[in-house]
T-cell receptor, first 116, second 112 residues
Framework: SAVISQKPSRDICQRGTSLTIQCQVDSQVTMMFWYRQQPGQSLTLIATANQGSEATYESGFVIDKFPISRPNLTFSTLTVSNMSPEDSSIYLC?????????????FGPGTRLTVT | AQSVTQLGSHVSVSEGALVLLRCNYSSSVPPYLFWYVQYPNQGLQLLLKYTSAATLVKGINGFEAEFKKSETSFHLTKPSAHMSDAAEYFCAVSAGGFKTIFGAGTRLFVKA
């Protein structure tokens, strides 16, 4: 299994500003994922981040709004740019353990973002 | 492509009673199926997974789930609920190398 930490755990930001969320894994992983979980809802995949290549974004999410970095096999960042109140959500990073033989994912504790 | 449907956004049981959380899936290829639990202010934690081995899968904290292909179901059960089981539970499916799809979630309430 993998242990994942995220920073910050929560933040309150003003509209129009940007926030960068960090995700650190205790082991080297190929695939990292960024999800958004809006209040009372399920997870929505924002993008998949592979080391050494551009992130792959899901429909409805664009790089200008959610730029992602993946400089090495244990770290990634997600930036929420030009924030609006609609961006208030929990942002989760996860990694996939294909060696476990089943595509299971391990999640960080999440970053709770409130935009005022 | 695949999809997953969780029946019931909220389930309430008494402490000591049976827990049954329902999940139905759709997949054009043999799927992997998962149940995750999310406690307040935490990320998701894997409870159990089905990967085409035994159809009855046992997980952590006394939970188990049975894969029923004929019913396309993967319901989660626990014989006796504990107060600490109160959380949000997500069923998820992945298949054929496609991304994992999560259900809408079921919030479990446990009454004393």
């Amino acid at each position: 299994s993998a242990v994942i930490s995220q920073k910050p755990s929560r933040d309150i930001c003003q509209r129009g500003t940007s926030l960068t969320i960090q995700c650190q894994v205790d082991s080297q992983v190929t695939m990292m994922f960024w999800y958004r979980q809006q209040p009372g809802q399920s997870l929505t995949l924002i993008a998949t981040a592979n080391q050494g290549s551009e992130a792959t974004y899901e429909s409805g999410f664009v790089i200008d709004k959610f730029p992602i970095s993946r400089p090495n096999l244990t770290f990634s960042t997600l930036t929420v740019s030009n924030m609006s109140p609609e961006d208030s959500s929990i942002y989760l990073c996860s990694v996939e353990d294909r060696l476990a033989g089943g595509d299971e994912q391990y999640f960080g504790p999440g970053t709770r973002l409130t935009v005022t | 492509a695949q999809s997953v449907t969780q029946l019931g956004s909220h389930v309430s049981v008494s402490e000591g009673a049976l827990v049954l959380l329902r999940c139905n899936y759709s997949s054009s290829v043999p799927p992997y199926l998962f149940w995750y639990v999310q406690y307040p202010n935490q990320g998701l934690q894997l409870l159990l997974k089905y990967t085409s081995a035994a159809t009855l899968v046992k997980g952590i904290n006394g939970f188990e789930a049975e894969f029923k292909k004929s019913e396309t179901s993967f319901h989660l059960t626990k014989p006796s609920a504990h107060m600490s089981d109160a959380a949000e539970y997500f069923c998820a499916v992945s298949a054929g190398g496609f991304k994992t799809i999560f259900g809408a979630g079921t919030r479990l309430f446990v009454k004393a």
